[in-house]
Structure formats: C-alpha cells, structure tokens
C-alpha cells in the first residue's frame, strides 16, 4: 500500500512567542494548506501583539546544521524564507539553497516588524539583493519593502521591474499599505505584469499577515500549482485568514489560520441544534 505525504517545505524565520508571526504562523499555515513544516529558526524575538521589545540572531553555524539536517533526511518541496536577523544568516541561508535550485524558494522580505521595529541586526537590503533574490523563484514584498529594495524606482511597478532584474522569476508586490480602497496585489513575472487581484480592505491591523501569505504561496507552490494559480490561492486562503482574525492581546489582530475548521465546527453545531 502506497502511503502519499505531505510536502515538506523547509522554513527560515524568527520564534514569535505570541504565535501571532514568524515560524508558527509559517507552521500553522502550512499545516493549514496540507504542507509540513520544518521549522529553521534564524532568531528569538522578544515581542507582543503591539511589537518587537528585543531579539536575538541564531548563529549562523547553526541556522546550517538545522537546515542541512532536514535536507539530508526529508524530501523537501519548496523554501521559505522569513525573518533572517542577520547578514550571516542570510549568506549562510543562500548558500544553502544554492545547492537546490530544483526546489521553489519563497522569499518574505523580512526587514521590519509591520510596527516598523527592525528585524536584523544591521541593513540587509543589498545582501538580499544579491544573494537571496537572484535565487528567488517568487517574492512578496509589501509595498515599503518593495521601495526600500528598489529605491531608484519611482513607481512601484518600476520597482517590480528592478526586482526582476535582479533575478527572481515572480514578483507579488501587495498594498495593503496603499491608500487604495481595496487592498491592490499584483504580480509581476517575464518582464511583465501577470495578473491583479483586488481585496476587500478590512477595517483592522494584524500581527502575522506577511508571513501567512508568503508561507500560503510556499504550499501551494510545494503542491505543484501553476504560479497565477499558487499566488491566487495563497491570497485566498490569507484573506480569509484575516477575515476571521483573532485579537488574543492588546494590539493587532492574528490572522486565524485555521478558520475553516472553526467554520466547519460552527456548521456541525448547527446540524445538532437542528436536529440532523
């Protein structure tokens, strides 16, 4: 009998006790979508729902020994990288992925906390420029990190333009940070714009949706998805995540990623009462 698993996606990021981002929104999410996750953490953050207090990087031997003991023992599927808190981790990390170009990587480019608290130890715009982009299969900046990667850009679809240039194959540049009454997603790939997806804007702020969306688009691209398709459902599932968001402290909302089977109880509870 042939047992079917789920995909591995190996992820880099920072533990955030609240549960709210980095490495369990990545774990929720994925486990959410079908996916496992095999979680590499890259730093300890001190924080809460209204931001980052302290942090501390992993070394960056580390990060390595982590990462290259799930890649000797587990087929993995697609990367994610998040939180990386340093420029030795994000050198280490690219070096590492440089030895599977065959796997998807995903690239979330960490730099501040969505209250604007750093996330690394020092600038890491140019080494992830350099290093981590041209490995990129897709990357999803908002639209400040899309600025501050591209800052000769004038707009951001000359951004978009410079990223690819810089080699990754897709680009999905969001705006929730744009004054638009919709939030405006787009993606960008072969030179060109692909594809534009218009969100209903919800009234609130939330801790963790960067890293839902990127580590959503991980699954579906470790599910084998057409990219328009991958990016298009990755957006779904953080909408609706969001949607449903939880205020478990005093500041921002966390995306429920587990949503549907919330739902699912609510409908099931529903049947009882009526008797079914």
């Given at each position: 009998?042939?047992?079917?698993?789920?995909?591995?996606?190996?992820?880099?990021?920072?533990?955030?006790?609240?549960?709210?981002?980095?490495?369990?929104?990545d774990?929720?999410?994925?486990?959410?979508?079908?996916c496992?996750?095999?979680?590499?953490?890259?730093?300890?953050?001190?924080?809460?729902?209204?931001?980052?207090?302290?942090?501390?990087?992993?070394e960056?031997?580390?990060v390595?020994?982590?990462?290259?003991?799930?890649?000797?023992?587990?087929?993995?599927?697609?990367?994610?990288?998040?939180?990386?808190?340093?420029?030795?981790?994000?050198?280490?990390?690219?070096?590492?992925?440089?030895?599977?170009?065959?796997?998807?990587?995903?690239?979330?480019?960490?730099?501040?906390?969505?209250?604007?608290?750093?996330?690394?130890?020092?600038?890491i715009?140019?080494?992830?420029r350099a290093?981590?982009?041209?490995?990129?299969?897709?990357?999803?900046?908002?639209?400040?990190?899309?600025?501050?990667?591209?800052?000769?850009?004038?707009t951001?679809?000359?951004?978009?333009?410079?990223?690819l240039?810089?080699?990754?194959?897709?680009?999905?540049?969001?705006?929730?940070?744009?004054?638009?009454?919709?939030?405006?997603?787009?993606?960008?790939?072969n030179?060109?714009?692909?594809?534009?997806?218009?969100?209903d804007?919800?009234?609130?702020?939330?801790?963790?949706?960067?890293?839902t969306?990127?580590?959503?688009?991980a699954?579906?691209f470790?599910?084998?998805?057409?990219?328009?398709?991958?990016?298009?459902?990755?957006q779904?599932?953080?909408?609706?995540?969001?949607?449903?968001?939880l205020?478990?402290?005093?500041?921002?909302?966390?995306?429920?990623?587990l949503?549907?089977?919330?739902?699912?109880?609510?409908?099931?509870?529903?049947h009882d009462?009526?008797?079914?």
């Amino acid at each position: 009998m042939t047992t079917s698993h789920p995909p591995v996606v190996l992820v880099f990021g920072g533990n955030d006790a609240t549960g709210g981002a980095g490495l369990q929104a990545d774990i929720l999410t994925l486990a959410s979508l079908g996916c496992h996750a095999a979680p590499v953490i890259t730093a300890i953050t001190v924080q809460d729902t209204i931001g980052v207090k302290q942090f501390t990087s992993t070394e960056s031997g580390l990060v390595i020994a982590q990462a290259r003991a799930v890649l000797e023992d587990m087929p993995v599927a697609a990367f994610k990288t998040g939180m990386l808190g340093s420029i030795a981790n994000l050198t280490a990390i690219a070096g590492i992925v440089e030895d599977y170009p065959e796997i998807p990587l995903i690239v979330d480019p960490v730099m501040a906390s969505g209250q604007g608290d750093a996330l690394a130890e020092e600038p890491i715009e140019d080494a992830l420029r350099a290093l981590l982009l041209p490995q990129a299969t897709l990357i999803t900046p908002n639209s400040l990190e899309a600025r501050r990667l591209a800052p000769d850009a004038d707009t951001l679809d000359a951004c978009a333009q410079q990223l690819l240039s810089d080699g990754c194959q897709f680009v999905l540049i969001t705006g929730t940070h744009e004054n638009t009454p919709q939030v405006i997603n787009r993606l960008y790939g072969n030179r060109r714009l692909l594809d534009t997806f218009a969100w209903d804007r919800l009234p609130d702020s939330y801790h963790g949706s960067g890293c839902t969306l990127a580590s959503a688009c991980a699954a579906t691209f470790a599910h084998g998805f057409d990219p328009v398709d991958a990016v298009a459902e990755a957006q779904d599932f953080t909408w609706n995540a969001i949607k449903h968001g939880l205020r478990l402290g005093m500041g921002q909302y966390i995306p429920d990623r587990l949503y549907w089977a919330r739902s699912e109880e609510e409908e099931d509870g529903a049947h009882d009462d009526d008797g079914a």
